[in-house]
Every structure is written in C-alpha cells, then in structure tokens.
C-alpha cells in the first residue's frame, strides 16, 4: 500500500548540515506515523526520530536530540529529516519507516514499511 524512497543523503564535513527525504506514494500517507532509522557497518539499526501522523508529536534518540528535526509535509507525502552539526558517529545508512502504531516508534520491527535507505557520510 506504500512505497517509500529515500533521498538527499551524501558526504558532509563534520559540524555541516544534510536533509534527507522520504516520499511516499500511497493515498494513505497521512494516516502513518513515520520514524527514521540508522545502521553504521556491523551496527544494530538503531531509532533515530519519529513523528505521528499530524505532525504535531515528536520523538528524538538522545544522540540527535537539539540537532535534527524531523518534520512532514502530508500533502505532498514526505517526511523529512534534517541534521544539523553533524558528527562522524552520525555515519550511516538512514531508513524511513511507516508505523500505524505511534505507540510502538521506537521498535523497528513493528514498522509495516520500508524505504532503501540512503547512505550519510560525515568525515572529520
């Protein structure tokens, strides 16, 4: 019912900034809260931020807590995620999900879908 594809991710100097989307295509987007992911090399996937279906609640990993935002524009079907003072540790793969459980956001297993992800490289 909903395919997500992940974009805007690449190689940034440490302290610089990225966004990276998630468009989805789906008549259901607005009824799906949605988390972003990450997983470095040989790393668990571990939550990074999620937000609810209108937007207005947000959930942080404490790692990104006063430097990313997560946000969503409904009507055009994404989710954003914008980092900010980037750090070296921050490297990794990032993958949106949709969940229709916010309860659950910070459980990666229970989101219904999935995007490719797409590769954050920050260097020192």
């Known amino acids: 019912q909903v395919q997500l594809v992940e974009s805007g991710g690449g190689l940034v100097q440490a302290g610089g900034s990225l966004r990276v989307s998630c468009a989805a295509s789906?008549?259901?987007?607005?009824?799906?809260?949605m988390g972003w992911f990450r997983q470095a090399p040989g790393k668990e996937r571990e939550f990074v931020a999620a937000?609810?279906?209108?937007?207005?609640?947000?959930y942080y990993a404490d790692s990104v807590k006063g430097r990313f935002t997560i946000s969503r524009d409904n009507a055009q079907n994404t989710v954003y995620l914008q980092m900010n003072s980037l750090k070296p540790e921050d490297t990794a793969v990032y993958y949106c999900g949709a969940i229709g459980n916010f309860g659950y956001y910070m459980n990666y297993e229970k989101y219904t879908y999935w995007g490719q992800g797409t590769q954050v490289t920050v260097s020192s």
């Open positions: 937000i609810n279906w209108s937007g207005v609640t947000t």
């Open positions: 789906g008549r259901r987007f607005s009824a799906y809260s």
